[in-house]
C-alpha cells in the first residue's frame, strides 16, 4: 500500500511516540475539547518519562488544529534552550523570548518559548503581544514562580507539567491554581517497561538534630554547611562512595558550595577524578566540566541544586544525597538524575546520606498523587520529624568491616531497651553504657588473637560508639554538645581499658581455652 504525501509529511515533523505518551496527550486534547478556554489543567509524569516530548507533541497538534498561539514558560535558562530545540525537532518553528531577543518580527511566530523572569519583565513593559495566545504550557508547574503570570492569561488554557504536583511553597497549594490533575505512567511501570532504571537505595543513618528550618520549609545552607563539612561526615560520604560506588560515573548533590568544595578536595586528596560545579561557574566552564564529565567513565561531579533539573547524562550510574531536604520534589529531582536508561544500564545505585529515604520512603514509591494534590498539607503533615526517623535506627555496620567482626554472631546493642530495663530493675543509668563498653570489649575479644589485635578492632568502632552514645544522651535527655563530646571520649578511654584489663579473663570465656603466651 502507498504512502500519502501527508502520512511522510507526519512522519518527518513528529516524532516516534510511546503508547502511554499517546495516552496522556489524548487525555489532555479530551480536556481542551470538554472544559473551558481559561481551565488550568496539571499533567504529573516522573523525571525520564518525557514530558517535553509530549507537550512539544502537544504544541505541534495544537497549532494544527486550532487558530491560536502557544507560549512555553520555563523557569532556567537551560530548560527554555532545550526547550525551544524539542520543538524545532518536532517541526514547530518557535521564538525564544529572552532578555536579548529582538520581538520586531514576533508576528512571524505561533510559538514562544520564555523564561518566567524575562517574560514578566517583557509583559510588564509590554513588550509582548499575548492577545492571540490560546494555550500556555507551564514546565516545572510546581515552581511558584509562575503564578505571577497567570493574571495576564486569564483567557487561556493552561497545562502545567511536573514530575511531582506538590507547590514549592506550602501557602501556595497547587490545587489553588490548578483546576484538575492528570497522573500520568507510574516510576515502578515505566521501569517495569524498560522506559527508567531501577534505583538500589543504601541508606546511611545520619544525626540531624543539629539542622535548622528556614523560611521556606527546608533546612538552611548554613545548619548544612556545618554538618555536612565536619571531617566525620566527609569521612562517611567517601566510606559510602568507596563501599557502593567506587568506579561509577557519580553525581554528588550537596546543600551549599561550601560543602561541595570540601568534597572535592576530599575526594581530590583520595585520589580520585572529581570536578565542582556551582552557579559561580560561567557558561563555557560549566560546558568544559559538563564535556569532562560525559567522557569520563568514573567521574564523579560534585554540584549545588543546578544539576537538579535541565540536565541529563544517562551514563550517570550513580547518585549521592550527600544533603538533608524536606522538599518531596527535591528528593525525587535528584535521584531522577540517575534514571535514564542506557545499553546495559538497568540499574543505578542512590547513598543517601540525608535520612531523606527514611523521610519520604523509596524513589518510585507508590504515591497518592491526587490525594497529595489535593490535600498537600495532609501528606507534609504526616511526614516524620528529624526526633522520630531518628528514633527508629539501627546501627548497621558496613559490609567490610563486618567481615572483621565475622566470628561475632550478633554485633548490635540496643542502647533503648537496655536503658528501660536499667531504670525498671532500679539501677542507675550508668550501668547502660558499662554494658556496652561490655559487649563491645567481646566482640573486639572475639575476632582477636591477642590484647593487640582486639584494641585494633575497637578503634574501628567509632560510627557505633557516636551512635551509641547519641542513643543515650536522648534516652537521659541530656545532650549539650560538650557534654555528647566528653562522653565519646571517656567511652573510648573506659573501652580501651576494659580490653587491657579483661582481655585474658573475656577470651577465656568466649573460646573455652586461655590465649597463648
Known amino acids: 500500500m ?30 481542551f475539547d470538554e472544559s473551558p478556554s481559561d481551565y488550568h489543567l496539571l499533567y504529573q509524569l516522573p523525571t525520564g518519562g518525557g514530558k517535553t516530548v509530549i507537550f512539544s507533541e502537544i504544541v505541534r497538534q495544537y497549532l494544527k488544529t486550532h487558530k491560536k498561539k502557544v507560549l512555553v514558560m520555563t523557569h532556567r535558562i537551560e530548560l527554555c534552550k532545550q526547550t525551544s530545540k524539542m520543538l524545532t525537532e518536532f517541526g514547530v518553528g518557535n521564538k525564544v523570548v529572552d532578555s536579548k531577543a529582538d520581538l520586531s518580527d514576533q508576528a512571524e511566530y505561533s510559538c514562544f518559548v520564555a523564561m518566567v523572569e524575562t517574560l514578566n519583565n517583557r509583559l510588564n513593559d509590554d513588550k509582548l503581544d499575548i492577545s492571540d495566545i490560546g494555550l500556555v504550557i507551564i514546565d516545572e508547574a510546581h515552581y511558584n514562580s509562575f503564578t505571577k503570570l497567570f493574571k495576564f492569561f486569564s483567557q487561556s488554557f493552561i497545562l502545567g507539567v511536573t514530575a511531582t504536583p506538590l507547590s514549592s511553597s506550602i501557602e501556595l497549594p497547587m490545587t489553588d491554581n490548578y483546576d484538575e490533575l492528570i497522573v500520568g505512567e507510574s516510576i ?46 566527609l569521612s562517611k560520604l567517601l566510606r559510602a562512595y568507596e563501599e557502593r560506588s567506587k568506579g561509577k560515573k557519580t553525581l554528588i548533590f550537596n546543600n551549599g558550595i561550601n560543602t561541595s568544595l570540601h568534597v572535592y578536595d576530599t575526594f581530590r586528596r583520595a585520589g580520585y577524578p572529581i570536578a565542582h560545579l556551582d552557579n559561580t561557574h560561567s557558561k563555557k566552564e560549566r560546558a568544559q566540566i559538563l564535556k569532562w564529565f560525559s567522557k569520563t ?3 564523579i561531579l560534585t554540584s549545588v541544586s543546578i544539576l537538579t533539573t535541565g540536565f541529563d547524562e544517562p551514563s550517570v550510574e550513580s547518585i549521592i544525597l550527600n544533603r538533608a531536604t524536606k522538599s518531596l520534589t527535591l528528593y525525587y529531582q ?3 538524575r540517575g534514571s535514564r536508561v542506557l545499553d546495559n544500564k538497568k540499574t543505578f545505585a542512590v547513598i543517601d546520606l540525608g535520612n531523606n529515604f527514611h523521610r519520604f520512603g523509596p524513589w518510585g514509591d507508590n504515591l497518592d498523587w491526587q490525594r497529595i494534590f489535593r490535600s498537600p498539607n495532609y501528606y507534609l503533615d504526616a511526614l516524620l520529624s528529624d526526633e522520630e526517623l531518628e528514633s527508629n535506627f539501627r546501627y548497621e555496620m558496613p559490609d ?8 561475632s554472631d550478633e554485633v ?15 539501677e542507675s543509668s550508668k550501668v547502660v553504657l558499662e554494658r556496652s563498653i561490655a559487649q563491645h570489649a567481646k566482640i573486639c575479644v572475639e575476632n582477636s588473637e591477642d590484647v593487640y589485635d582486639a584494641l585494633t578492632l575497637a578503634r574501628k568502632l567509632g560510627d557505633d560508639i557516636d551512635f551509641r552514645i547519641g542513643r543515650y544522651t536522648k534516652c537521659i535527655s541530656k545532650s549539650t554538645f560538650n557534654f555528647v563530646e566528653w562522653l565519646k571520649g571517656e567511652y573510648r578511654k573506659k573501652l580501651n581499658s576494659y580490653i587491657r584489663t579483661n582481655f585474658d579473663e573475656v577470651f577465656e570465656t568466649v573460646h573455652g581455652y586461655p590465649p597463648e603466651d
Not at 13 to 25: C, F, M, N, V, W
Not at 400 to 407: A, I, P, S, T
Open 2 to 31: 502507498a504512502v500519502s504525501k501527508t502520512e511522510l509529511e507526519e512522519r518527518k515533523t513528529g516524532k516516534d511516540l510511546y503508547s502511554y505518551q499517546k495516552g496522556a496527550i489524548d487525555k489532555i486534547f479530551k480536556s
Open 334 to 336: 535528584m535521584i531522577g
Open 297 to 299: 567513565p568514573d567521574a
Open 188 to 233: 515502578e511501570s515505566l521501569i517495569s517497561n524498560g522506559f527508567l532504571a531501577r534505583a538500589e537505595m543504601f541508606s546511611y543513618n545520619v544525626g540531624l538534630t543539629s539542622l535548622v528550618v528556614g523560611a521556606n520549609g527546608d533546612y538552611t545552607v548554613k545548619s548544612s554547611e556545618d554538618l555536612y563539612t565536619d571531617d566525620n561526615m
Open 400 to 407: 567490610d568491616l563486618r567481615e572483621e567482626f565475622g566470628n
Open 412 to 426: 548490635y546493642f540496643d542502647i533503648q531497651k537496655t536503658y528501660v530495663e536499667s531504670i525498671r530493675a532500679g
